[in-house]
C-alpha cells in the first residue's frame, strides 16, 4: 500500500509563515475596505412594533357545540401581512402622518406624491415577520431619521387595531342585527 501523506500541523505553520506578508495584506485590504464602506453608506435606523393578532372567535356558542379547540390555520398570519400591506391601512398610515407631503419635500423636491407612489416607498421600508412559535407580528420601519421610524411602526400597529377593532363591531352589530 502506498504511504500515507499527512500533513502535520508544523507543516501548515512553515506555509503560513512563508506566505505572511500575502496573508497581512489580505486582511488589512479587507479591514479598510469594510471601514470606508461603513463610513459612507447612509445612517439607517429601524423601528419595532410587536402586535398580537388572533382569529376572531365568536362569544356565543351554537346549540350542539361545546367547548371547541380550533385547529391551527397556516394562512392566517399570511392573510394578516397582506391585510396590513393593503391600500386600506397604509393608506390610514399615509394620511394620519402626512407622508405625501413629507415624502414629497425629501424625494420629489417638493412636490406632493401621490398616495400610491407613497404607498411604494413605505411599503419597501417596511418588512413584517411573524415572532416563532406566537401569535405575535413584528412591524419594522426603516428610515434615515429615528422618530420616523417610530412614529410609522406605531402608526402602521394603530391603523390595524383600529381596523380590527372596526371589523370586530362590524360582526357583532351583524349577529345583534340578525
Do not use: C
Not at 371547541?68 to 399570511?78: A, E, I, K, L, N
Not at 417596511?126 to 406566537?134: A, F, G, S, Y
Amino acid at each position: 500500500p502506498p504511504p500515507e501523506t499527512k500533513l502535520h500541523f508544523l507543516d501548515y505553520w512553515r506555509i503560513i509563515r512563508i506566505r505572511k506578508t500575502v496573508i497581512l495584506a489580505v486582511f488589512l485590504l479587507v479591514v479598510i475596505t469594510a471601514t470606508l464602506v461603513t463610513f459612507v453608506l447612509p445612517e439607517s435606523f429601524s423601528s419595532t412594533a410587536r402586535i398580537k393578532v388572533e382569529r376572531d372567535q365568536s362569544d356565543i356558542s351554537g346549540i350542539f357545540s361545546g367547548p371547541t379547540m380550533s385547529g391551527y390555520d397556516p394562512y392566517f398570519v399570511q392573510t394578516e401581512f397582506e391585510v396590513i400591506q393593503s391600500e386600506l391601512i397604509l393608506g390610514k398610515v399615509v394620511e394620519d402622518l402626512k407622508l405625501n407631503v413629507e415624502w414629497g419635500k425629501k424625494y420629489a423636491g417638493g412636490e406632493v406624491l401621490r398616495t400610491p407612489e407613497t404607498m411604494v416607498l413605505l411599503k419597501g421600508r417596511m418588512d413584517l415577520k411573524p415572532v416563532r412559535n406566537t401569535t405575535l407580528i413584528e412591524i419594522k420601519v426603516y428610515s434615515d431619521k429615528p422618530q420616523e421610524a417610530a412614529d410609522i411602526a406605531n402608526s402602521i400597529a394603530q391603523a390595524y387595531r383600529k381596523h380590527r377593532i372596526d371589523q370586530r363591531k362590524k360582526m357583532s352589530l351583524g349577529g345583534i342585527e340578525a
